[in-house]
């Protein structure tokens, strides 16, 4: 039976948790131990490792080696139930959430994880262009638009002895831009050069177009420096001071100071806007006004929800909004929307339950900054080191620190284990990976052929 | 440049091959050192692993476990070249192919090898809700349905305290419905019962309909009675004399004797029919007649193109039809269409064309029988050896036996390995393998909410 909005709160206080991420799921083994009885509603049934999405993409790893079921990982949580589906609005005077399906839930303590999503800056119509990558089917759709484009190129060799350019506009020079642009210049140039016969997949080029004036601006300007050197070595051609200004089928116009340019793209991937998950909206405009009226949630230009140092929204101290949805400002600066900050805002959240129940007080949250890291292609990363030393690294080194962390954050043993061994695998043998086109096979903008081939006689 | 059709051939006799399954591979493997020019045509870029596609549909294993995309496996071999291309006409006389794309391709050699699919018979319309498993498309769709249904369950249980009966019901007792219906009782009933807080998974039903007499028909008929016994000892529920009459949204029609019941279904799979690939119908009613007349080619009922002791139709000697678009008759016995008479045939159709390029004559082709297996769930299976010694195993020995045979199979060494540490960890710890449902969250004839939940106050 549903738990009807209104019922006498049961001994054990009911704790709910939106989004399965990995501040949600932070939040759920952090109240594994604690006298509640935990709800995780997800849209999805799996918990997705974000940063390695991109290897997904570029057909290095199948989407279940970097994807588990929510309700696998929670299995042995006895206090904790999983639901798939969609919350659609929440009642914060009345202790609900609805959802897409027409379920209630109520609760006695909120924690909202649902992250963030692409934005177009008001231009959703680029979405089916131009794909993100922040899910698995986005991932796949990736790998089946860039797998396709040489695939069609072949063909059209065969059949006209040209193709159009094998261009790859990547949009945006954040760590996700980055990341995926050195891995297409890595497969085309290393683990593809021999698997075709009329084109060379290696003549293709890959653009990153980044508006400001260097890639990963977030992090210190050396690395920044270090990342572009080696995407230039890579063979990726990095355009910073450029903004896109239009796209459609098949191009991309883009603008460098005052001087406008049309590039013809077989595939445009997104990797430039983010926006917060529309729950920060209804948790700041509810559907019903509520009885009791509470201070206002406020959300920054971005969606993301103002929280203060108890990462609650003003006046509600029941709710917690942790993760890339949180705007959470330590010394001046605005906590990035990255895995670590999620995980350690999920594990607050328990841990403030915790002190509720225990009637002690909270402590204020604090970000502990371990550092940042970006991998370009195959052996190369940039990784800021902040802890448990201080440090700049580049190259070989950097890329073992990331495949280090990586694997070690990995949930599971089996996925663990497979995705080391398909990494060695596949770095040691250039092999295939995971190449499979799947779903239907044409691209927005691939040309018509230039003319019709003669009818058999 | 396109060849066109009329060119001069070559020293280099063009070998063209239509199809990337079993019979093809092995047919562009056995030109591989031959003097000949070899395309190899398919319309989709991989190889697919059939015998394993099942362990896919019930999320055991990941798509790329068990298939490679066709020009990694022949990127080795300089005289293949792969076209990922749907082929649509076939003109025997002027010795050329075209294809969707509008290219022509000229042979001096033929090898259709395309297969067999699906066959409703008759009632296409039953495909939507009654998918069959011939792709990885295929399975990832069958993947979805499966696990949605517990989810939608287990969200209707939160809402209304009551869900539809978990009925999952498979049309077709042959090899493919066999391994379906035991690996879905496999993991509802060991790797998914403590996944759920409100459903019991193994209190699911699962029901195997088959229209003739016992479930693989085309066994003897002791390892029939063994694999249905073996099939309700898992908890199937085998109903052998049910003959499918009509189908819907959530339901299926089955006759028994005189007696026609109606049961409800949340997910149906359809393992009955098999009709062979247009190619067969292309080559019998060529879009032009030929300029020179041909001994018709001929199709049997499903399709499949009558060939002779060279697997050539008749008239065409350089025109082989290899694999499951073939029939083949042996000692008054058709050749049944499974994977190993498919490896042997296009293994036949190189060696003919190597004695054809010394002038030898070809030998007939002779079907060499090893037996056939199949699996039933966890550490079950039932096989007809058959070489190198003659037994009817069933239990554990056919179950290793079976491991044995599909990992000395699959294509690739990472393929293998990773494929026997999924099963090894899976089998083990009662793991979640691959369970991701991705793409829309519908089911056709998922009942709608009994009653609307009370709107939030």
Not at 83 to 98: P, Q, Y
Not at 185 to 211: C, H, N
């Given at each position: 039976?549903?738990?009807?909005a209104?019922?006498?709160?049961t001994?054990?206080?009911?704790?709910?948790i939106?989004?399965?991420?990995?501040a949600?799921l932070?939040a759920?083994?952090?109240?594994?131990?604690?006298?509640?009885?935990?709800?995780?509603?997800?849209?999805?049934?799996?918990?997705?490792?974000?940063?390695?999405?991109?290897?997904?993409?570029?057909?290095?790893?199948?989407?279940a080696?970097?994807?588990q079921?929510?309700?696998?990982?929670?299995?042995?949580?006895p206090n904790a139930s999983?639901?798939?589906?969609?919350?659609?609005?929440?009642?914060?005077?009345?202790?609900?959430?609805?959802?897409?399906s027409g379920?209630?839930?109520a609760?006695?303590?909120?924690?909202?994880?649902?992250?963030?999503?692409?934005?177009?800056?008001g231009?959703?119509?680029w979405?089916p262009?131009?794909?993100?990558?922040?899910?698995?089917?986005?991932?796949?759709?990736?790998?089946?638009?860039?797998?396709l484009?040489?695939?069609?190129?072949?063909?059209q060799?065969?059949?006209?002895?040209?193709?159009?350019?094998?261009?790859?506009?990547?949009?945006?020079?954040?760590?996700t831009?980055?990341?995926l642009?050195?891995?297409?210049?890595?497969?085309?140039?290393l683990?593809?050069?021999?698997?075709?016969?009329?084109?060379?997949?290696?003549?293709s080029r890959?653009?990153?177009?980044?508006?400001?004036?260097?890639?990963?601006?977030?992090?210190?300007?050396?690395?920044?420096?270090?990342a572009?050197?080696?995407?230039?070595?890579?063979g990726?051609e990095?355009?910073?001071?450029?903004?896109?200004?239009?796209?459609g089928?098949?191009?991309v116009?883009?603008?460098?100071?005052?001087?406008?340019t049309?590039?013809e793209?077989?595939?445009?991937?997104?990797?430039a806007g983010?926006?917060?998950?529309?729950?920060?909206?209804?948790?700041?405009?509810p559907?019903?006004p509520p009885?009791?009226p509470?201070?206002?949630?406020q959300?920054?230009?971005?969606?993301?929800v103002?929280?203060?140092?108890?990462?609650n929204?003003?006046?509600?101290?029941?709710?917690?909004v942790?993760?890339?949805?949180a705007h959470?400002?330590?010394?001046?600066?605005?906590?990035?929307?990255v895995?670590?900050?999620?995980?350690?805002?999920?594990?607050?959240?328990?841990?403030?339950?915790a002190?509720?129940?225990?009637g002690?007080?909270?402590?204020?949250?604090?970000?502990?900054?371990?550092?940042?890291?970006?991998?370009?292609?195959?052996m190369?990363?940039?990784?800021?080191v902040?802890?448990?030393?201080?440090?700049?690294?580049?190259?070989f080194?950097?890329?073992?620190?990331?495949?280090?962390?990586h694997i070690f954050?990995?949930i599971?043993?089996?996925n663990?284990?497979?995705?080391?061994?398909t990494?060695?695998w596949?770095?040691?043998?250039f092999?295939?990976g995971?190449?499979?086109?799947?779903?239907d096979?044409?691209?927005?903008?691939?040309?018509?052929k230039?003319?019709?081939?003669?009818?058999?006689?």
């Amino acid at each position: 039976m549903a738990q009807p909005a209104q019922s006498v709160p049961t001994a054990r206080p009911r704790v709910l948790i939106i989004g399965g991420g990995f501040a949600g799921l932070n939040a759920a083994r952090g109240v594994a131990h604690l006298p509640v009885d935990l709800t995780l509603v997800d849209r999805r049934n799996h918990h997705t490792f974000q940063p390695l999405l991109y290897q997904v993409a570029l057909a290095v790893l199948s989407p279940a080696d970097i994807a588990q079921p929510i309700r696998s990982i929670l299995r042995n949580q006895p206090n904790a139930s999983v639901l798939m589906d969609e919350v659609t609005g929440i009642d914060t005077s009345a202790r609900a959430v609805s959802c897409a399906s027409g379920a209630t839930l109520a609760y006695d303590y909120l924690i909202i994880a649902t992250g963030a999503t692409h934005s177009y800056f008001g231009r959703d119509d680029w979405a089916p262009l131009a794909p993100g990558l922040k899910s698995v089917e986005d991932a796949t759709e990736i790998r089946r638009r860039v797998l396709l484009a040489f695939e069609l190129a072949e063909r059209q060799m065969v059949e006209h002895g040209s193709h159009p350019p094998l261009n790859f506009v990547v949009i945006g020079g954040g760590p996700t831009g980055v990341e995926l642009a050195g891995a297409i210049a890595d497969i085309t140039r290393l683990y593809m050069r021999r698997d075709f016969r009329q084109i060379d997949p290696s003549k293709s080029r890959v653009l990153l177009l980044e508006g400001s004036p260097r890639v990963l601006a977030a992090y210190p300007a050396d690395l920044s420096a270090k990342a572009e050197a080696s995407l230039t070595h890579l063979g990726v051609e990095v355009h910073t001071g450029t903004r896109v200004t239009n796209l459609g089928p098949g191009w991309v116009e883009a603008k460098h100071g005052d001087t406008t340019t049309r590039i013809e793209a077989v595939v445009t991937l997104w990797a430039a806007g983010v926006q917060a998950s529309p729950l920060g909206k209804l948790l700041a405009a509810p559907p019903s006004p509520p009885a009791t009226p509470a201070a206002a949630v406020q959300l920054d230009k971005r969606g993301c929800v103002l929280v203060d140092d108890h990462l609650n929204p003003p006046g509600l101290p029941n709710v917690f909004v942790v993760g890339d949805l949180a705007h959470f400002e330590q010394d001046g600066h605005q906590v990035p929307g990255v895995a670590q900050p999620a995980m350690q805002m999920g594990t607050y959240a328990a841990h403030a339950i915790a002190a509720d129940l225990k009637g002690k007080p909270r402590p204020a949250f604090r970000y502990f900054d371990k550092g940042d890291m970006a991998t370009i292609g195959r052996m190369d990363a940039v990784a800021n080191v902040v802890w448990p030393f201080k440090a700049h690294l580049g190259g070989f080194p950097a890329w073992i620190t990331w495949i280090a962390v990586h694997i070690f954050f990995l949930i599971g043993f089996r996925n663990r284990f497979a995705v080391l061994l398909t990494w060695v695998w596949t770095y040691f043998t250039f092999s295939r990976g995971a190449r499979l086109i799947t779903g239907d096979q044409s691209l927005p903008g691939w040309p018509e052929k230039p003319q019709p081939s003669p009818p058999l006689t």
